[in-house]
């Protein structure tokens, strides 16, 4: 350990990026090996996810992008939950300790933990030889009790999403030269809007309240709309039934589906969407819409819970089940 005399370049790391985040008391100016977080009486929802240079995040990708969708990943789990974020510590494996690198990485970081009110805890800062590694473990706050979690969904209910689905897979697809680049080489504004849903995810934290008043169960869509779907039925016990002509699509996704450019199955089993998922009892579905509303954020029903345990049934609008071949993206 290194003394204060005498600090270490993880120290003066630390000191220079990222002391200045740690406003909240129980990061303890982040001299120590540890942080206190209240509880207040209430349940603490921990998650955790880590971004990987390469597999969540291009190589060339902005630095203060990467922050934010580190950060953002993690509080879109708490949103699905139900849970009022309360801090996060930050875990970086670094090639380098480039000032270029790291000034836009922790101001932008920080911009975030002010947004979300998600404060800097602590962490730890290691080297690597291999490919850039993010990992954060953010906290939450529920009343005890009360986090929704994936296993209470029942026959009946409605099955809503918020914002859109499959915008991040499509903008992915542009970043890595893939058949979009081409088919949007005249709509630049396209363009960019995807890579921004891809970059930068808009966790649904306005809305965690009434998800938790509303919601029998919710998760965030990170691997797909499909497979998500599926894992939320498994854990429940159920089945669903999905009129895909509802789930809700950008302008610009619609128009690439509807001039052929892309599958309807490319968007439903798409990764990277951190849009939350959830079941609600058909007399409150207007209720969690409503509220979405007042905050700005579109809520959409587009299935019911069914008895049963297979897959999920995504129907046309003729009413036949689409064979989708993929239902989410895999890390393995």
Same mark, same amino acid.
């Given at each position: 350990?290194?003394?204060?005399?005498?600090?270490?370049?993880?120290?003066?790391?630390?000191?220079?990026?990222?002391?200045?985040?740690?406003?909240?008391?129980?990061?303890?100016?982040?001299?120590?090996?540890?942080?206190?977080?209240?509880?207040?009486?209430?349940?603490?929802?921990?998650?955790?996810?880590?971004?990987?240079?390469?597999?969540?995040?291009?190589?060339?990708?902005?630095?203060?992008?990467?922050?934010?969708?580190?950060?953002?990943?993690?509080?879109?789990?708490?949103?699905?939950?139900?849970?009022?974020?309360?801090?996060?510590?930050?875990?970086?494996?670094?090639?380098?300790?480039?000032?270029?690198?790291?000034?836009?990485? +922790?101001?932008?970081?920080?911009?975030? #933990?002010?947004?979300?009110?998600?404060? %800097?805890? $602590? !962490? =730890?800062?290691?080297?690597?030889?291999?490919?850039?590694?993010?990992?954060?473990?953010?906290?939450?706050?529920?009343?005890?009790?009360?986090?929704?979690?994936?296993?209470?969904?029942?026959?009946g209910d409605r099955i809503l999403v918020?914002?859109?689905?499959?915008?991040?897979?499509?903008?992915?697809?542009?970043?890595?030269?893939?058949?979009?680049?081409?088919?949007?080489?005249?709509?630049?504004?396209?363009?960019?809007?995807?890579?921004?849903?891809?970059?930068?995810?808009?966790?649904?934290?306005?809305?965690?309240?009434?998800?938790?008043?509303?919601?029998?169960?919710?998760?965030?869509?990170?691997?797909?709309?499909?497979?998500?779907?599926?894992?939320?039925?498994?854990?429940?016990?159920?089945?669903?039934?999905?009129?895909?002509?509802?789930?809700?699509?950008?302008?610009?996704? +619609?128009?690439?589906?509807?001039?052929? #450019?892309?599958?309807?199955?490319?968007? %439903?089993? $798409? !990764? =990277?969407?951190?849009?939350?998922?959830?079941?609600?009892p058909a007399a409150q579905s207007f209720?969690?819409?409503?509220?979405?509303?007042?905050?700005?954020?579109?809520?959409?029903?587009?299935?019911?819970?069914?008895?049963?345990?297979?897959?999920?049934?995504?129907?046309?609008?003729?009413?036949?089940?689409?064979?989708?071949?993929?239902?989410?993206?895999?890390?393995?």
């Amino acid at each position: 350990m290194a003394s204060p005399q005498n600090p270490s370049g993880e120290d003066s790391l630390i000191a220079r990026y990222f002391k200045p985040l740690a406003t909240d008391p129980g990061a303890l100016g982040l001299v120590d090996d540890a942080a206190i977080l209240q509880s207040l009486g209430e349940d603490i929802v921990v998650t955790t996810d880590a971004v990987v240079e390469g597999v969540h995040y291009l190589a060339g990708d902005p630095p203060d992008t990467i922050a934010r969708k580190a950060l953002r990943v993690n509080l879109s789990d708490l949103a699905a939950k139900g849970a009022i974020p309360a801090g996060f510590v930050l875990t970086l494996a670094l090639r380098s300790k480039e000032d270029a690198w790291l000034r836009p990485f +922790a101001e932008a970081l920080g911009e975030d #933990a002010k947004t979300f009110a998600c404060p %800097l805890l $602590g !962490g =730890d800062t290691v080297s690597t030889p291999g490919p850039q590694m993010i990992s954060i473990t953010a906290f939450g706050r529920v009343p005890r009790g009360r986090m929704v979690g994936r296993s209470g969904a029942r026959p009946g209910d409605r099955i809503l999403v918020t914002g859109t689905i499959g915008d991040a897979a499509l903008g992915l697809d542009v970043l890595t030269g893939g058949a979009l680049a081409g088919a949007l080489a005249s709509d630049p504004a396209a363009r960019d809007a995807l890579v921004s849903r891809y970059r930068v995810p808009q966790p649904r934290n306005g809305l965690a309240r009434a998800v938790r008043d509303d919601a029998t169960a919710a998760m965030d869509i990170s691997d797909g709309f499909a497979g998500d779907l599926t894992k939320l039925c498994a854990a429940s016990g159920v089945s669903a039934t999905v009129d895909v002509a509802s789930v809700p699509l950008s302008a610009i996704a +619609a128009g690439l589906v509807a001039r052929n #450019a892309v599958r309807l199955e490319t968007l %439903l089993a $798409g !990764g =990277d969407d951190y849009e939350v998922l959830c079941t609600v009892p058909a007399a409150q579905s207007f209720a969690l819409i409503t509220a979405g509303r007042a905050v700005g954020i579109g809520v959409t029903a587009v299935g019911t819970i069914i008895e049963g345990n297979g897959r999920p049934h995504f129907l046309d609008g003729m009413g036949r089940e689409l064979a989708l071949k993929r239902l989410s993206y895999s890390h393995f």
